[in-house]
């Protein structure tokens, strides 16, 4: 399955930007410009969190912003601005990405701060 969306302006939610979001069960890809052309990919098992938000304009016009949070190095949080079937998109995003980690057999693991191991050694048991 694959989803194809052009991020859209407020206005009227037309399509008049040159940024295409590519989301494959493998990659999201977000490719911007006219002139000068950028394309970003992050791979699936690497995006940890995905959110959903819309404004008001947002929801009057069918459309959404999704912000994925990701380990990646080169961008951290990849946004996918005013974009249609947004909830679809994201909850899609949130089932590829864990499918790709178990497939991957990575695990996210978070320091909780449960101390350190100079505690552990000094008490007495």
Request: glycine residues 6%; neutral net charge; charged residues 30%.
């Amino acid at each position: 399955m694959e989803y194809k969306e052009r991020k859209r302006l407020l206005f009227f939610g037309l399509p008049w930007t040159f940024t295409v979001y590519t989301v494959k069960e493998d990659r999201l890809t977000i490719n911007k410009g006219l002139l000068k052309v950028s394309e970003n990919d992050c791979y699936m098992y690497k995006i940890q969190d995905v959110e959903h938000t819309a404004t008001l304009w947002e929801r009057m016009l069918g459309l959404g912003t999704v912000v994925c949070h990701t380990g990646d190095t080169t961008d951290p949080t990849l946004t996918l601005v005013h974009i249609k079937k947004s909830k679809d998109i994201k909850n899609f995003i949130l089932d590829a990405s864990e499918k790709a980690r178990i497939k991957r057999r990575t695990l996210n693991t978070l320091d909780i701060g449960t101390g350190s191991m100079q505690d552990v050694d000094d008490s007495e048991f």
